[in-house]
Structure formats: structure tokens, C-alpha cells
């Protein structure tokens, strides 16, 4: 073989212009036992085809024809598989072609015929194509500069060494005057020129590769750099490796380099395909984050842990995840693979853009998760590599969209649990209410009717005697029932006051004004609710006016009351001590009472400035 | 004086009639709803009983325990102008009682059941709703002078005004309201004049004004249960 400079790094070949897709779903299906038959047939093939063309190899040194053997058909095997990847054809060619250019870089070993010119002047092209799958897997297509450099790389290595080889002859080089030598002028000393400019020129295309590498890593995001990391560290070494060999070559000041470094850079040049296929292998089982993720968002999924769950399995810090339910808005169709922003409407584009500010909306890959009955839920929005990891992509977000509708699902089984917790305590409420309408009309038409009619029997019976001690008597026990009734009727005022259920909350609150020892200005509208808002507000009004005289010791309240057609607006405010305590027993039932009916209640009641509660129940 | 009665209370309604009875009068029908009272005193057959002098309603009754009473007043009302109306109640608000000067306009009356504690006095307020006047109890009268009242026509009565139009409401007639004040006549005469005019009503109409009024009275009084309105 020859003295090489750089070794494999990139290279190029043809890339293929149309969108990469698709790759993980062709990686993920089992293939048939034929496709590994084939593979196993090609691979014994060319298997033999490079033993052959190493064949003295063998002889001289088996361990490098052995790394050889083993990188070549590492290489091909990678190449096979990645065959039938979508978009990656290109790689795969390169990856095949690198195998089997490899096995002839030792075809020198014959030392007969031109193959020792073959293998000085191209030893080195399987560097070329190992450089291009290098450099563009798993992409669509190289890039400008990479293209350049690959030809740029090719075209040094033929000429640099066909230079060398035509200013020099079989011998000088140190191979046997049998082989076929196209020595035009032999002339040592520039031959001994043109050698040092091809390690220079060599060791300029290393430092090349070494930027490329690196660059190609730092630009990579998400996915992608999981999978190629492995693949530009092993290239990074391949690079060094060869580097190394040409140095040990130089300083050795022989043509054809110590065994030994050959062995070494060849044990690290095996590296390369195992990396690939280590990539290749690597995206195949990237289908196992689903798992992870499904697990994830499968217990109380929102979009927020959706968000997470779909950053962290894609790999995309980018990636959102936009609530699109209530918008109304008309949203890409579910077919949508990359997103333009021509295809979102002018709403969705602007949620877009204010969710992403930095980002164009038409280098994004979107996704619309719907409802089973076709009604968008949310929008995913990720990084447009991902289009490389379609299959994934579209699995993650299938998974994402069931756990969404499923959490969907519950919160509407939820809602209606509510509806129906709701629909029973208005029930309660009710009863509760009319039970004690019912108390209050026993005591006032039963106990109370008795009484007066008492009442009116000791008067009639008054009338019938004129003897004083009996007068005396009667009247005593009418002035003792006039207090019972009043008792009574305070009793049954208590548990529902007739006024309210007669003449509504005006009335009613008239009267606790006027039992209280507190100047209370009623500002009431004299609009009907339903009993239930009505008795709820009437007790809730109590409840403070009887605090603002007990407890806070004011002199002055006002109570208004609006209603409007869906809600009654209660204020109740005093001039007391304020500093009431919302937990307090009173407070707490208030609230509670509020509460039943389906309404809130606010307590302001800083101390030393009074309190102000206000309170508002629903009565559409 | 003929007398027939509704209340759903048998017990009430027993007491009731010993003491009319004991003063003099004489019950001539018991019924415990409005309905049965008014099937009992205007039956369908031509020979009817006694026509009563006054009926006495109570105001709750079967079947809504709300308003019947006051229905039942109407009816009557309606069909013989000639007869009494007392409702019996046991409520001091006077929205019960507007509404019934609202149904019936003369000859009615609204008292508290606990007050019906005197025989005589019972009999005399009969008495004077038969004489086409108007009758409204003490404790309710009270009740609604001693609101506070925010705004108003009644504002601007003065008090002495508002004691001469507080005895209207109660059915007293000019002599009685002179007596009851200390005035002579011709000055309570002039104070229901400045009443009628203040309230804005026809100053030639006095027998219906006197019910304008109380019912004006009862009206804005009852109003400023609602705020200023």
C-alpha cells in the first residue's frame, strides 16, 4: 500500500436532493430471512474478492489482512443495511463502495503487474467515499463545502501521488522491478519534492477533516447528534490515526510504512463501520423512547407534560406543543408533513409566531392532534430534522394525541360528575328549603292558630264572669300566651321567615332591619329570584348584619342588592371593627350557604375599617 | 250582627266564635277555606240562609297557606258590595293589607289575630266595616310610622300630618281622628286637605281620596321596603 495521508474521513458521493424520510419506519420492520441470505451471499463474495486481492498479505502479515478483511466487510454490511433506508441509498452506496475500495488498498502486496501502482496512487480513495457516508448520513445531501472538499481530497490524492510515482521508478519506491511502473523521468529529487508536498498537502486535508468533523457535530441538534456521535468520534480517530501512519512514514524515510503502524491505523479505521453500524442500529431502536414516553403522558396527560414528555423522547428543546382547542380556528390538515406557513391561517400563524418567536414557521415540522370526531386539540411544532425520524415523530405524536384525547375523555367524564355532584346539592338545597317552609307553616297554621284560638276562648271566657279574681287570672294567662305566640313567631321566623317566602328578600331584610339595634340602609331591589338564591342571600345577610352588631360593634351598615338576569349581587358592608375571620364558624356557614347555591362569596374586612362581604348567586 | 267565618284552624275558629258570640253577635257560618265560605253564603240553591252582615277571613289558607284570604275578599267583594270584609292575620306587614285595600277599596278591614283580644272592641271594628269604612290594625299602622324613610312624597308630610293620615289608615273618621288628636274638627279637616293635596289627590273626592290616601300611605310606606323607589 501506499503512503496515504489522510485516510478516511469524508467524502461524498452523490447525495440524493429529495427529502430524507422515513428512515427509522424501513429500519424498524423485521425483514425476511431472504434479505439476510442476500446479505450473507454479497458478503462471502466480496469477502472472497478481498482475501484474493490480499493474498500475499496473508503471507506477510495476517494480522493486518485480517483488520483489513474484517473493516471491509464491516463496511459493506452497514452498507447493506442501510440500503434500504429511505434517502439514504447514497450512504449506503459509499458505505459499500469504502469496503470494497478498502480491501484493494493491500493489492500491492502481489507486487507484480500495475497493482503496486494502483495501490500507491489509489490506495487512498476509500477514504473518499468512507468521508462522504461520514459526512452525510443521516442528511439528505452534502453540503457545498463538503462537496468541494471531497473533490478537492479525491483529486489531491491521484495527483500528489501520480507525481510521486511518475518522478520515481518500482525500486525507489521499494517495490520489485517485476511491477509495472510508468516511470516518465526518474528523478529523486523531485520525486523526494513531490513526496513532501503530498504529506503536506496530506496533513492540510487531515486539519480539514478535523474542522468538517467537528463542525458537522456542533451544528447538529436533537436526534441527529445522538446518532452521529458515535460515527464523527470514530472518524475523528480515523483521522488521527492515519495522520499518525504518515508521520511514523515520514520519519521512517521509507515508501511503504512499518507494518505495525498500518495494523495500529487499521485497528482504529475499524472503528469507522462499527460505528455506523452502531448508528444504524441506534436509530432502528430509537422506537423504544415511545415506551418511555407513553408511560409518561399516560397518567393525567396535559399539554404542558405532553410538551416535556415529546422534548425529552424527541430530542428537540424546541418542540411545542399549542392548545388549539378552543380556537375555532381552521388548522392544517392531519396529513401535514412539513409545515409551510402558507397552509396555517392567519391565527394559527400568529400563535406560531408568538410561540416561537425566533423561529420560521415554514422550516418547522407540524402535526394537528384531533379529536376522534376530527375536531383539533392541540398543534405539535418541531424541529424540521425530525422529518428524518418521521416514523418516530408520527408515533410520538399518535401516542401524545391518545393520551391528550384520552385526558380529554376524563376531564369531560369529570365535568359531568361535577354537572351531576352539582345537580344533587342544588336538590339537597331545595329540600332542605322546603323543609323548612314547611316547619315554619306547621308552627304558624298549626301551633300558632291553636294559641290564638286559645287566646280568643280565655277572652270570650273573660266576658263571662264578672268576678275579679277570675278576671285577673285570665287575663294573666292571655298576657303569658301572648308571649308564647311571640316566641313562636320569632321561632318560626327563624327557620324561614313568611316575608321572604311572600314578598321576597326587600320585605324580609326590612324586618331583620328592624329587629336590629343598627342603623341599616336597605338598598334592595324588589326582584324575585328563585327560592333558593332568595333564602341563601337572606341568611347570608343575616348572618353579617348579626356579626356587624356582635362582633365588630358597628353603628352603621348598608346592604344593596342587585340583580341582574342571570345573577343576584349581594353587598352587605358596616363601619365595625373589621377583622373578621372568613374560618370562623358564622363566616364559614355563610360561605357554605353561598356555596350550595352555586354562588361565591368575598370577605374584605381589614381590621379597624370595617367589613365589606359581598356575595353573588346565580338565578338565570 | 250576622257573621260568618273562614279559617282553616277549627281551634282558632272556635275560640273566635265563643267570643263573638259572647258579645252579641251571631255566627252564622263556619267554613275552613274561602272556597267553602263563599259556596255557604251564596249557594246555587234559591233558599239561601241569612245573608251575613260581615265575613272574617283568615288570610292564610289551604291551599297555598299564601294569599287566599285576600282572593276570597275579592270575590265577595264582587259578588254582594254590601257585605264586610275583616281579614284576620298574623302578619304586621303591609303588603298583606295594601293589597287587600287594593282588592277590596271600603268596607274592609286588616287586624292581627293577637289582637283580637277585646269582645267589645272587636264588635265596634265590625261595626264601622259594615259603615263602609276602613280599618287597619294598630301594630301595623305603628309599624310602618316608625320605618325610616329615605325619599318620598311621605317626606313631605309633616308630622302632625302624618298622625291625622296614620288615623285615616286605621278607618277613623274626622270626628274620631279630632278627638283622638286634641283638634277641632275644621283643623283635622284641613290637615286632610293639605294631605290629599300633598299626595296629589283630587281635593273634590273626599270619600274616595280617603281611601287614596291610606292606600298612597300603604303604598309608599310598603315601597320603601325597595330602596328609593
Known amino acids: 500500500m501506499g503512503a496515504i495521508a489522510l485516510r478516511r474521513n469524508r467524502h461524498d458521493p452523490a447525495a440524493e436532493p429529495d427529502g430524507l424520510r422515513e428512515p427509522s419506519a424501513a429500519a424498524i420492520r423485521p425483514r425476511p430471512l431472504r434479505f439476510y441470505l442476500g446479505i450473507a451471499a454479497i458478503l462471502a463474495a466480496l469477502g472472497g474478492l478481498a482475501t484474493l486481492a490480499e493474498l500475499p498479505e496473508w503471507r506477510e502479515s495476517p494480522t493486518l489482512a485480517t483488520v483489513n478483511l474484517v473493516m471491509s466487510l464491516t463496511f459493506i454490511l452497514t452498507g447493506l443495511l442501510l440500503r434500504r433506508e429511505r434517502g ?31 495501490a500507491v496512487v489509489f490506495g487512498g480513495i476509500d477514504r473518499v467515499f468512507g468521508g462522504y457516508a461520514l459526512l452525510r448520513y443521516p442528511r439528505a445531501a452534502l453540503g457545498r463545502i463538503q462537496w468541494a472538499y471531497l473533490l478537492g481530497l479525491a483529486g489531491w490524492m491521484v495527483l500528489s501521488r501520480g507525481l510521486v510515482v511518475v518522478t520515481s521508478t518500482a525500486q525507489s519506491t521499494g517495490y520489485p522491478a517485476s511491477a509495472w511502473w510508468p516511470t516518465i523521468s526518474a528523478n529523486p529529487q523531485l520525486s523526494e519534492i513531490f513526496s513532501t508536498a503530498q504529506n503536506i498537502g496530506d496533513a492540510i486535508f487531515a486539519v480539514l477533516a478535523v474542522i468538517l468533523l467537528v463542525r458537522r457535530l456542533v451544528e447538529t441538534r436533537g436526534l441527529d447528534r445522538i446518532v452521529i456521535a458515535p460515527i464523527i468520534a470514530a472518524g475523528l480517530a480515523a483521522v488521527f490515526a492515519v495522520t499518525a501512519t504518515t508521520i511514523a512514514q515520514v520519519f521512517s524515510s521509507i515508501s511503504v510504512g512499518p507494518t505495525d503502524a498500518f495494523v495500529a491505523e487499521s485497528l482504529v479505521d475499524v472503528l469507522l463501520p462499527l460505528a455506523f453500524l452502531v448508528a444504524v442500529i441506534q436509530r432502528a431502536l430509537l422506537a423504544r423512547n415511545l415506551a418511555g414516553l407513553s408511560a409518561r403522558v399516560s397518567a393525567g396527560a396535559d399539554l404542558g407534560r405532553v410538551r416535556y414528555a415529546l422534548r425529552e423522547t424527541l430530542h428537540d428543546p424546541t418542540l411545542e406543543v399549542l392548545d388549539v382547542s378552543g380556537s375555532g380556528a381552521p388548522v392544517p390538515g392531519p396529513a401535514q408533513s412539513s409545515a409551510q406557513s402558507s397552509a396555517l391561517s392567519s391565527a394559527q400563524s400568529s400563535v ?86 314547611r316547619l315554619e307553616r306547621d308552627l304558624h297554621d298549626g301551633a300558632q292558630q291553636r294559641l290564638l284560638g286559645l287566646a280568643a276562648r280565655l277572652t270570650a271566657a273573660m266576658s263571662q264572669t264578672e268576678d275579679p279574681g277570675a278576671t285577673a287570672a285570665f287575663a294573666g294567662a292571655r298576657d303569658e300566651l301572648g308571649l308564647v305566640l311571640a316566641e313562636l313567631r320569632d321561632l318560626a321566623h327563624g ?104 354562588g361565591e362569596a368575598g370577605i374584605d374586612s381589614p381590621p379597624g375599617h370595617g367589613t365589606r362581604i359581598t356575595l353573588r348567586i346565580p338565578c338565570g | 250582627m250576622r257573621i260568618a267565618i273562614a279559617d282553616d284552624s277549627a281551634l282558632f275558629r272556635s275560640g273566635l266564635v265563643l267570643l ?34 260581615a265575613v272574617i277571613l283568615d288570610l292564610r289558607m289551604p291551599p297555598t297557606y299564601t ?120 283643623t283635622v279637616e284641613a290637615h286632610v286637605t293639605s294631605v290629599f293635596g300633598k299626595l296629589g289627590l283630587d281635593q273634590t273626592d273626599t270619600d274616595n281620596n280617603r281611601i287614596r290616601a291610606v292606600l298612597a300611605y300603604l303604598r309608599l310606606a310598603g315601597d320603601q321596603d325597595g330602596p328609593d323607589r
Open chain 2, 20 to 53: 263573638l258570640e259572647a258579645s252579641g253577635a251571631r255566627v252564622t257560618t263556619q267554613a275552613s277555606s274561602g272556597e267553602e265560605l263563599i259556596a255557604s253564603i251564596f249557594p246555587a240553591r234559591p233558599d239561601r240562609p241569612a245573608r251575613p252582615d
Open chain 1, 352 to 437: 406560531l409566531s408568538s410561540a416561537l418567536p425566533s423561529a420560521r414557521a415554514d422550516s418547522r415540522l407540524v402535526e394537528v392532534i384531533r379529536t376522534d370526531a376530527g375536531a383539533p386539540i392541540a398543534v405539535v411544532i418541531a424541529d424540521a430534522a425530525l422529518e428524518r425520524y418521521r416514523g418516530l415523530f408520527d408515533a410520538a405524536v399518535r401516542t401524545s394525541g391518545l393520551a391528550l384525547r384520552n385526558a380529554q375523555l376524563q376531564a369531560e367524564a369529570a365535568r359531568a360528575e361535577l354537572d351531576n355532584v352539582r345537580a344533587s346539592r342544588a336538590r339537597i338545597v331545595a329540600a332542605a328549603l322546603a323543609e323548612r317552609r
Open chain 1, 495 to 598: 327557620i324561614h321567615p313568611a316575608s321572604l317566602v311572600q314578598g321576597g328578600l326587600a320585605p324580609a331584610l326590612e324586618e331583620v332591619a328592624e329587629r336590629l339595634p343598627l342603623a341599616i340602609h336597605l338598598d334592595v331591589a324588589p326582584d324575585r329570584v328563585p327560592p333558593a338564591a332568595e333564602a341563601a342571600a337572606y341568611f347570608a345577610a343575616c348572618e353579617a348584619l348579626t356579626n356587624a352588631v356582635k362582633h365588630a360593634r358597628a353603628s352603621q351598615a348598608r346592604v344593596t342588592v342587585h340583580v341582574t338576569a342571570s345573577q343576584l349581587e349581594m353587598e352587605i358592608a358596616d363601619d365595625g371593627a373589621g377583622g373578621a375571620d372568613p374560618a370562623g364558624r358564622g363566616l364559614a356557614n355563610m360561605i357554605d350557604r353561598v356555596s350550595a347555591a352555586d
Open chain 1, 88 to 118: 439514504q441509498r447514497g450512504v449506503a452506496w459509499a458505505l459499500i463502495l469504502a469496503g470494497v475500495f478498502r480491501s484493494l488498498d493491500f493489492i500491492d502486496a502481489w507486487n507484480t503487474g500495475p497493482w503496486p501502482v494502483y
Open chain 2, 67 to 186: 294569599g287566599e284570604g285576600i282572593q276570597a275578599a275579592a270575590e265577595i267583594r264582587a259578588r254582594d258590595a254590601g257585605i264586610g270584609i275583616l281579614v284576620l292575620s298574623t302578619f304586621a306587614e303591609a303588603s298583606y293589607a295594601s293589597q287587600l285595600m287594593e282588592a277590596v277599596g271600603y268596607g274592609v278591614g286588616y287586624l292581627l289575630k293577637d289582637n283580637v283580644t277585646d269582645a267589645g272592641h272587636l264588635i265596634s271594628q265590625l261595626e264601622r266595616i259594615v259603615a263602609g269604612e276602613t280599618v287597619l290594625d294598630a301594630t301595623v299602622v305603628r309599624r310602618l310610622l316608625a320605618r325610616k324613610r329615605s325619599a318620598g312624597r311621605m317626606d313631605t308630610l309633616n308630622p302632625r300630618e302624618r298622625e291625622v293620615l296614620a288615623r285615616m289608615a286605621e278607618g277613623r273618621s274626622n270626628v274620631g281622628i279630632a278627638k283622638d288628636l286634641y283638634l277641632s274638627p275644621r
